[in-house]
């Protein structure tokens, strides 16, 4: 077991789950792992194991799950993953450090001992602390990776506009049928709108609460990681909470405290500092981290390079005003936002797999045969022309093949199993 937890914590960030979802099939055989994390702004949901299982399972189904869920605890429970009902084993973890994640597998085995239930909780609590501490503290490259998401979520947008422009075709459908009585269209009606009103304003929360902190809160975590050296210091360190309610993008916290963390060592590092004030102030569209310290020997002002990069991949600069005999005041300007996507063409709406489909049809091919030759059945197949259509904005498939001349599509071939 020990074996298990050198391997799962060695793990390079973007194989965690790939890792740890191979580790516990020793454990519990199961043909699917979906997680939800609090951790991960750029990427919340991901799913590995049977593909016809993780293509569709949406971050709606996991959202209910987490409400089902209790951290420390496996549970064995009846719902809906990738649009059907299943028997799933539910982990979740909530560590000291971090927001937690939860973990629905579907299990092959019908009998699931206790024991091994409560083992996979246990091994899910280590990894979710792991993976919470290495979110704290983001090398540039992953800050980097956060920052292209920018455009994807601009494509998760645009689907959801296509969601909703649909339920609105809907509702006037409804409206507008003569098979329907005045009294039953209206209900009809209100039903599907109050469905459509509940499901976007769950995609708008379940968004700010992964992707934003609130700036009282990330200073409050950041008082908490120093608390013990304030204590210790013989040097006088006024942490000042920040004013106001704002929210900070959470790459814009973690990096704002793995700053002041650093400029904070840095200035308790100098001879003769007595005195060490740190902040953060909302400044328009920047975050200002300031570390003032009273030490008379400015020569080591210089941020470390360490700092510098993870200030420059967000686009932030320095502000150094050292006075030799006075002291040292270094600032961190962090923007709060990146810059504006570009418009996506409609083929850009495509995922990968829609793009292959899309190839087919450009082709000539019936659903039947891009089914064989991408190794899917045909009902997903017809899923994704359905998705297709509605993302080019096109009515036939006559219409996406032409638009689909406008990109150099590969020939599509056969899948091996």
Do not use: Y
């Not at 490259?141 to 956060?146: E, K, R």
């Not at 049928?177 to 379940?206: E, F, Q």
């Not at 089914?371 to 009902?379: K, N, T, V």
């Amino acid at each position: 077991m020990l074996d298990v937890v050198e391997r799962l914590l060695s793990a390079p960030r973007p194989q965690l789950l790939h890792r740890f979802s191979a580790e516990l099939g020793k454990l519990i055989p199961h043909h699917a792992a979906a997680m939800q994390t609090g951790d991960c702004p750029r990427s919340p949901l991901k799913v590995v194991g049977d593909q016809a299982i993780a293509e569709a399972v949406t971050s709606a189904e996991l959202q209910r799950l987490v409400d089902r869920s209790e951290p420390g605890k496996a549970l064995v429970v009846d719902d809906a993953l990738g649009g059907v009902e299943r028997r799933l084993v539910l982990l979740s973890s909530m560590p000291p450090v971090g927001k937690g994640a939860v973990l629905a597998l579907v299990p092959t085995d019908g009998e699931l001992p206790t024991a091994d239930l409560e083992l996979a909780a246990q091994l899910w609590h280590i990894l979710s602390t792991d993976a919470g501490q290495r979110a704290t503290d983001p090398g540039p490259d992953v800050l980097a990776s956060n920052l292209a998401a920018a455009t994807a979520r601009a494509q998760v947008i645009t689907d959801l506009g296509q969601t909703h422009a649909a339920t609105l075709a809907t509702l006037l459908a409804v409206l507008r049928s003569g098979r329907l009585s005045d009294t039953v269209a209206r209900r009809t009606a209100v039903d599907l709108a109050a469905d459509a009103l509940v499901a976007l304003k769950g995609v708008v929360d379940r968004d700010q609460a992964l992707s934003e902190e609130r700036a009282n809160a990330a200073f409050a975590v950041l008082k908490t990681q120093l608390a013990d050296l304030a204590r210790h210091t013989e040097v006088d360190v006024d942490l000042v909470d920040p004013v106001g309610e704002a929210s900070l993008p959470q790459d814009i916290a973690h990096t704002a405290r793995t700053l002041t963390r650093g400029l904070v060592l840095a200035a308790l590092d100098r001879p003769s500092t007595t005195r060490l004030r740190a902040s953060w102030r909302l400044d328009g569209p920047v975050l200002r981290v300031t570390v003032r310290d009273d030490s008379p020997e400015v020569a080591d002002a210089i941020p470390a390079r360490g700092l510098t990069e993870r200030l420059t991949t967000l686009g932030g600069h320095w502000e150094v005003d050292a006075v030799p005999g006075w002291g040292t005041t270094v600032t961190a300007v962090l923007p709060l936002g990146v810059a504006e996507p570009p418009e996506l063409r409609p083929l850009d709406r495509l995922n990968p797999r829609e793009v292959e489909v899309l190839t087919g049809i450009s082709q000539g091919l019936r659903n039947r045969q891009i089914a064989e030759q991408l190794q899917l059945s045909e009902h997903t197949v017809k899923f994704h022309v359905r998705n297709i259509l509605g993302k080019l904005d096109v009515s036939s498939r006559g219409e996406a093949a032409a638009l689909a001349r406008d990109l150099r599509l590969e020939p599509v071939t056969h899948r091996s199993a």
